[in-house]
């Protein structure tokens, strides 16, 4: 499993911490009542606060506090009951304030941990550092016009979650997965919808590589503001390969931070450790230390809903269903809700196989959403039904599934519609073996002379004559006796 | 007309009661007096159009027998508050032509209890200095005159110096200022008239302009004990808009005035007699003991051993608050842009135009001591210190009731002088600035006249939140001075 980059010198790894800055679910802001809504023309959701007025001061908004807290518990992370907001001072024309006001040595979320899911249905534990409140910063946009910026404060403001992991990661791969399900366990507390594109979710990938067996932790390039979970990957790994390369001819890596080029696939230097800011922090005199209640995270644990590891944990042991099954469906809340809507009073194993199999490659082909589905949860389950009760042949059922996309009608209706019911009617079915027998004596004396395997032929033939209504089980049994004896 | 401006503030609003005058006339004298006083210096804008609307308001009002606290009342407002659609500056050239479009909460509650502004207040760039000589709009001259010079002009102190010079000249009942260190206290001592910086977190912060927000307090400047009283009453309270403010009742200040300190303990400090303390200002301070003492209080001496590091924390905490609340002002969304070739040259000279040498000087301190590699130094060590300065009250309070001690080291002086040694300036603050450390409430009240004929003002300290004792101190104390001098031309 290790992931191991072979150089011109031996075997190297990658030592990769992630820092994700997550926005938070919340209609105002962290400190002032303006709305966060994504898309909004520029410059119309901005209070006097975020644009840093005379005199303006900030007001904690109690729900992102709630948010982070919950948040921090989905992490399985200690919850810091004194927190404080401390301004990380710097001047950018899209930073109003001349500082942005985060949480420095006094987080509110402390350790906690994050347990990716392995395609091979293995786990690992990576260790999460802390979680922090601060504000985002407004939008510079550079190409508008040839000699100015335009500056949009619609986001500043806008409460984000820094999440940082421990330095635990070790391949592109576990970074993506750490990503997937650290973005899973958001949507699932509703605390950041996780949108990338959006910028809702943003990660900043800390690289460093080191040769295989030892373990210290060399100099680090820090590459920012990475917008997909492709890209995340792609930036480590090209930013790997660039520490091996530079190791292997004698140079040094010097701490740094990166920027990742989507377009070319690679990194390059934003600004050297030397010419890093001095965000000369201070806790904010505007703002008391943030002080909640244990009576507070309480009542917010008390009402954490069910989260992946544990109802992927549930759905093996309820539903029989393997690791690698059970983390899909449990990737998104929707598919896991969906998946047991279906398999509820009814034969797991088989609803996860249409869940899985059929609804899933329907969702792709339709570009539909869980939430909006071509087949619904209740109709598939239907379906389902149908097949249990010998209505429609596994082969017909697939038929049946693949209208109810088409129309969106009910199974039900779709059989009785187009008289697809399974032919279970003995006489019916007799006639049509009879029938293929005498067309096929010469085959008959095969199978007699003990060449058994064209059975499976004539079935064909009869489910071709009956179009595929037959039942098939019936079909088998009436032949074997009908030639065998 | 002068006679109506010789009134205090609560003699005015019982003459409006009882329709003596109207508000309209009120604030017509005040205007006139304003005009006349002109060369003080004292406003950076004046509104005698404004102030007459809401005089005929306020006497409308009236007539339908639904009035406000400090209804008709003419008052100035310092100009580090933000006044909707009136220029706001803090006197410093980088907001030259900022109207906000918002109120701040203190200006906004006594618009509401009826109160009128004739205007802006000028005051020390930024609230930063102790003569009002800092002022991007010219400093402020103080209306009292030395007896062996009446010619020098002398300061007014600062840095609300164009408050204190406005009520001490009768331009106005009152006026709002701020205090950082003791930018009420050092000035009111200075014009011989009352100021007090209430506790901190009894008066939002809302709507002014930022220096030191740790320490930063609002409070009214007047004539007389009540007047404060009166009008610190329609500027306290809790504003959920400040996270700093404190969500208690506000008291009935005026009630506090009891006239009765009998048995109360009163802390006199020894660390506030260091040497080289004038006599002048001592004698003032010893007559204060004696006053207490004819009315039934007991002084108590007390030791606050941290004082002498006060000045020195103080150096570190507001500089390093204000290189941080400063940072906004850089040319982009309002006030001053000097255009440059790159955004860092556009804020390069947008702030060497804007600010005046006192806040630069004090925006290098600021950054300097928050710096890697020096914030334990020094921010993290004078957050201690702060720490053991407020301790050092606590324990006082433990055994005394209030603390008096001098306001200032000296009497207001020459203009011009001390502007080249900041440091000697700033030693202007050093009995105010303790309090202000400790957030607690201070009040200082004009005790009597220097031998040149100027004022010296005495300090009264009280517990967190207990307005009323130093209030009710205050008033005995103001009855034994009977000081009932003014300056000359007034």
């Known amino acids: 499993m290790a992931y191991i980059i072979q150089g011109d010198t031996g075997d190297w790894e990658i030592v990769i911490g992630l820092e994700v800055h997550a926005q938070v679910i919340s209609k105002a802001k962290l400190f002032s009542g303006a709305a966060t809504e994504f898309g909004a023309e520029p410059n119309t959701q901005v209070s006097f606060i975020d644009a840093g007025f005379p005199g303006m001061l900030p007001v904690i908004n109690e729900i992102c506090v709630e948010q982070a807290v919950r948040t921090g518990l989905g992490l399985k992370a200690r919850i810091n009951l004194t927190s404080v907001f401390a301004r990380k001072n710097y001047f950018y024309a899209d930073l109003p ?22 395609p091979d249905g293995g786990t690992r534990t990576v260790g999460i550092e802390r979680l922090h409140l601060e504000q985002d910063a407004g939008k510079s946009i550079h190409d508008m016009h040839p000699a100015k910026s335009f500056i949009d404060l619609n986001r500043s403001g806008v409460a984000l979650m820094e999440i940082v992991s421990k330095p635990d990661l070790r391949s592109p791969e576990e970074a993506g997965l750490y990503l997937t399900k650290l973005r899973s366990i958001l949507r699932y507390l509703e605390t950041c919808d996780g949108n990338m594109q959006e910028g809702s979710m943003r990660c900043d990938a800390n690289v460093s590589v080191r040769p295989v067996g030892s373990t210290e932790l060399r100099d680090r390039c820090e590459i920012k503001n990475v917008n997909s979970i492709r890209f995340v990957q792609q930036a480590i790994e090209f930013e790997a390969r660039r520490h091996i390369d530079v190791y292997e001819n004698g140079g040094t890596i010097k701490q740094e931070t990166r920027l990742f080029d989507s377009v070319k696939g690679e990194t390059r230097s934003m600004r050297s450790k030397e010419n890093a800011h001095d965000y000369r922090y201070f806790p904010d005199p505007d703002l008391l230390p943030l002080v909640i209640e244990q009576s507070f995270v309480d009542s917010i644990k008390a009402g954490l809903p069910e ?25 998104e809340k929707a598919s896991a809700e969906f998946f047991e809507t279906v398999a509820k009073g009814r034969d797991s194993k088989m609803a996860c196989n249409w869940v899985m199999g059929d609804f899933f490659a329907a969702l792709n082909a339709t570009g539909k959403t869980i939430e909006n589905p071509p087949v619904t949860a209740a109709d598939l389950g239907a379906l389902i039904d149908l097949i249990k009760d010998g209505t429609l042949s596994g082969r017909l059922a697939k038929d049946v599934f693949a209208l109810m996309v088409e129309t969106g009608k009910a199974p039900a209706a779709l059989v009785e519609e187009r008289g697809l019911k399974q032919v279970t009617d003995t006489g019916a079915i007799e006639a049509a073996v009879d029938a293929v027998i005498a067309a096929n004596a010469d085959k008959v004396q095969q199978v007699k002379d003990g060449k058994t395997t064209l ?3 004539f079935t064909g033939q009869v489910m071709k004559s009956t179009q595929g209504k037959a039942n098939p089980a019936m079909v088998n049994e009436m032949l074997s006796k009908k030639i065998l004896g | 007309m002068s006679k109506l401006t010789d009134l205090t503030m609560a003699e005015a609003r019982d003459g409006l009661a009882k329709g003596a005058f109207t508000a309209v006339e009120l604030t017509g004298a005040h205007i006139k007096a304003t005009e006349a006083q002109r060369h003080l210096n004292a406003f950076i804008v004046e509104t005698p159009d404004l102030a007459l609307d809401a005089a005929k308001a306020s006497d409308a009002r009236r007539q339908a027998g639904n009035i406000g606290s400090m209804d008709g009342l003419p008052i100035g407002i310092k100009d580090l508050f933000c006044t909707e659609g009136v220029q706001t500056t803090a006197a410093s050239h980088i907001l030259e032509g900022f109207k906000p479009p918002y109120e701040s909460t203190v200006s906004g509650k006594l618009k509401a209890a009826g109160a009128i502004s004739l205007g802006k207040l000028n005051l020390d760039e930024f609230a930063m200095g102790s003569s009002n000589q800092t002022s991007y709009f010219g400093a402020v001259e103080n209306p009292w005159k030395k007896k062996s010079d009446p010619k020098a002009k002398l300061v007014p102190g600062g840095s609300s110096g164009g408050s204190a010079a406005a009520v001490a000249a009768r331009m106005v009942l009152g006026a709002t200022g701020t205090d950082t260190g003791g930018s009420i206290r050092q000035p009111a001592a200075f014009c011989g008239i009352t100021g007090i910086k209430p506790t901190y977190g009894r008066c939002s912060r809302f709507g002014i302009v930022a220096f030191a927000s740790s320490l930063d307090q609002a409070g009214p400047m007047a004539r007389t004990v009540r007047d404060c009283a009166i009008m610190l009453g329609a500027m306290a309270g809790y504003d959920p808009k400040d996270s700093t403010s404190v969500n208690m009742a506000v008291p009935d200040f005026e009630r506090a005035l ?3 300190i009998r048995g109360l303990k009163v802390g006199i400090p020894k660390e506030y007699r260091p040497d080289g303390l004038s006599d002048e200002v001592a004698r003032v301070w010893d007559q204060g003991i004696e006053w207490l003492k004819a009315a039934g209080a007991t002084p108590v001496e007390i030791s606050l051993p941290h004082t002498k590091y006060a000045l020195a924390t103080y150096y570190i905490i507001a500089p390093a608050e204000c290189s941080s609340n400063l940072a906004r002002y850089d040319g982009l969304r309002f006030g001053l842009r000097v255009p440059g070739k790159t955004l860092d040259d556009m ?3 947008s702030r060497a135009a804007g600010f005046g040498a006192e806040v630069r000087r004090r925006i290098l301190i600021g950054t300097y001591v928050l710096s890697a590699g020096y914030y334990d130094a020094y921010y993290a060590k004078a957050q201690k210190v702060r720490r053991l300065i407020a301790e050092d009250f606590r324990k006082a309070f433990e055994t005394v009731d209030v603390i008096l001690t001098p306001t200032a080291p000296s009497a207001a002086f020459g203009m011009g002088e001390g502007t080249d040694d900041p440091v000697t300036m700033w030693l202007n603050d050093v009995f105010t600035i303790p309090t202000s450390m400790a957030g607690l409430p201070g009040l200082s009240l004009p005790a009597g006249l220097s031998q040149d004929g100027l004022p010296l003002g005495l300090q009264l300290i009280g517990r967190p939140f207990d307005e009323e004792t130093v209030f009710r101190v205050a008033g ?4 034994a001075a009977n000081f009932t001098a003014k300056p000359e031309g007034v």
């Open chain 1, 307 to 331: 989260l992946p590891d544990d109802k992927k944990a549930r759905f093996m042991a309820e539903y029989g269903l393997n690791a690698y099954d059970a983390g899909v469906l449990v990737a």
């Open chain 2, 476 to 479: 005995v104390m103001e009855t």
């Open chain 1, 97 to 118: 304030q001349g500082y942005q006001i985060s949480q420095y040595d006094q987080p509110i979320v402390g350790e906690g941990e994050l347990i990716l899911d392995l």
């Open chain 2, 347 to 349: 804020y390069k000279k």
């Open chain 1, 455 to 457: 059975l499976g032929w």
């Open chain 2, 258 to 260: 009891t006239g009765d």
